[in-house]
């Protein structure tokens, strides 16, 4: 009797064919995918579709990259190895500088002017109550002596700055417009008033009648035009070892007396009665340097010490205007 055989049965037919047409289809799709993939764009139109603005039907979808912007494109640097043509830059023309004003005799001069002056400036108008007094020679405080006019005046104490104000030459108007030029060389003692001024009767009756008394006046310092020149006079008991200097005639106030030493200039010290002292002789008799309140200096050489004699020189102070 014959064994039942042992052998895996083949398996029909119709099972293989179906298996061979699964590879087929696979194939075919794999390949599809292939050609999808290759197309011009990177991704099926599908995608590309689905991102646009106009799909409605559902959630927007951002796009996988943003949209670069193209940078600006940068403009090009000239090449240093080939520069252009060098512009030399125009000089701009400075304006024209102004000139200078004039001066003007009824301008207040400028700041500085004047830098020794004391209580009484250039271009300043004062204004104070005037009176008189009975000036008899003209003679006063200033010890100038007899005067070759009466039209002179005593300032007022705190104004005549312990003699300061000897020798200024004053232009007094009255509110009636009437004016007088009068030469200080008294002292008006307290209580007269700063601004107040003492004036000689004669000089008073330029401006008002006598019996007025005290009437309003401004007034205002003076750089008068005069031919004559400085002269220096040594106090009465001068000598070679004490002396009093004095100085008369000079058109604007006196600011400082020096005298020569063999280390240069000493100023003296000026008195209430208009003399400048040399307590131990320093300088009596050399020579002298005076300074007004502009800061003009003249020099003086050649003046002996002779006692309560006026010793005419050769110079003058400018005028100013």
Known sequence: ????????????????????????????????????????????????????????????????????????KAKPEPSRASPGPTRTPTATP??????????????????????LAGRVKPGVTYRGIATHYDAADGDGACSYGPSPDLMVAAMNHTDYETSAACGAYLLVRAANGASVTVRVTNECPLPCAPGQLDLSKEAFAKLAGLSAGR???????????????????????????????????????????????????????????????????????GSLRLTDIHGERLTVDGVPVRPGVVQPTRVQFARVM
Not at 35 to 55: E, M, N, S, Y
């Open 215 to 285: 009437i309003p006046v401004s007034w205002s310092l003076l750089s008068p035009a005069t031919s004559d020149t400085v002269s220096i006079r040594y106090k009465t008991g001068s000598s070679r070892h004490w002396c009093g200097i004095q100085a008369l005639g000079h058109r604007n106030p006196l600011a400082r007396l020096e005298v020569r030493t063999g280390g240069g200039w000493q100023r003296l010290t000026r008195t209430g009665y208009n003399y400048f002292l040399s307590p131990d002789g320093t300088g009596c008799g």
């Open 1 to 72: 009797m014959a064994s039942a055989s042992h052998r895996r049965p083949r398996a029909p037919r119709k099972r293989r064919t179906a298996l061979v047409s699964a590879v087929v289809v696979a194939a075919v799709g794999l390949l599809l995918s292939l050609v999808f993939a290759l197309r011009p764009g990177g991704a099926p139109d599908t995608v590309r579709t689905a991102a646009g603005p106009g799909d409605h039907g559902g959630p927007r979808t951002a796009p996988t990259a943003a949209k670069k912007t193209p940078a600006p």
């Open 94 to 115: 400075a304006r024209p500088s102004r000139p200078a004003p004039t001066p003007r005799t009824s301008a207040r001069p400028a700041s500085g002017a004047a830098p």
